[in-house]
């Protein structure tokens, strides 16, 4: 396949591939190198019968945050379906590792693209958080888009798969009370929407791009909290960031809420080694 699969994004490239190389490419899909007399290009594979529509939604994603002019992500250059696998082909990236300089530029970036807004919570279309499907109905307030496009959907998940006990999950007029009593009047910004370490990029130019999106109009600190669920980003990210969205007395039960639905999502994708932390956050707040 694979000689036959060069042959193919030859076609679609205009010129032939020199190497396809596998690389690292996270847990879901098979990703390559792909390399050309005169370029360098990323590739991802899946063979699950919904990779087509991730990748779909992945490029629509990426050229949504791009058309910000706010900060970069690759070029989405094809995707489509080879054989019995869907791909995605994108520029490559030459990276290296974030200086504080480097942190500082994607704090102040991001605070950018946050300040693109819309006229209601969500998005046109649903799209994937993981390998999750994640919907993104519109809402025009914030707390019910938090709350059943995001909270309802993954307890009911990990209920059904018996990772959680129903008795151990809060009501919905407990969940909404908590939302009410933390959660300020806020304008829709546009997310990247999975935005750990692992979905940034610095170029060996000093240039940050955002890659994986899980794109949907929301509270600019949900981001936020995903860049601190898994160790943080450097000081300096936070410190430029907060310089045009600053914190308040509430931020850190924000984060705290935020972090719960990536949490839940990570329970129903690898399992109970995340129930103690959800079960955490329900005592503590619920």
């Known amino acids: 396949m694979k000689d036959q699969l060069k042959v193919h994004l030859s076609q679609l490239l205009d010129k032939p591939i020199r190497t396809l190389l596998p690389v690292s490419g996270g847990d879901i899909s098979e990703a390559y190198r792909i390399e050309t007399a005169d370029n360098t290009y990323f590739l991802k594979c899946n063979s699950s019968p919904r990779a087509l529509h991730m990748f779909e939604m992945e490029a629509n994603g990426l050229q949504i945050i791009n058309n910000t002019k706010t900060i970069k992500t690759p070029e989405v250059l094809h995707y489509g379906t080879f054989e019995n696998a869907a791909f995605l082909l ?17 704090g102040s970036q991001l605070a950018k693209l946050h300040h693109c807004t819309a006229d209601t919570f969500g998005l046109a279309l649903d799209n994937y958080i993981g390998s999750l499907a994640q919907r993104n109905t519109p809402h025009e307030q914030w707390i019910q ?21 129903l008795k151990e999950c809060p009501s919905i007029g407990t969940l909404t009370n908590t939302l009410e009593s933390l959660m300020p009047s806020v304008k829709p910004s546009l997310l990247h929407g999975d935005l750990w370490s692992g979905n940034y990029i610095i170029s060996k130019e000093g240039v940050p791009y955002l890659i ?3 794109a949907y109009y929301g509270h600019h600190e949900v981001d936020l909290a995903m860049t601190r669920l898994f160790g943080g980003f450097g000081q300096s990210f936070y410190e430029a960031y907060q310089a045009v969205h600053p914190k308040d007395t509430q931020t850190a039960s924000r984060i705290d809420i935020y972090q719960l639905y990536y949490l839940l999502v990570h329970l129903n994708l690898f399992g109970s080694s995340y129930r103690a932390s959800v079960v955490s956050i329900f005592r503590k707040y619920f």
């Open 90 to 106: 994108l520029e490559y990236i030459e990276s290296k590792s974030a200086s504080a300089e480097d942190f500082a530029r994607l």
């Open 212 to 214: 994986d999106p899980a």
């Open 145 to 165: 888009f938090y709350l059943h496009e995001r909270l309802l959907p993954q307890i009911h998940m990990a209920t059904q798969q018996g990772l959680l006990d």
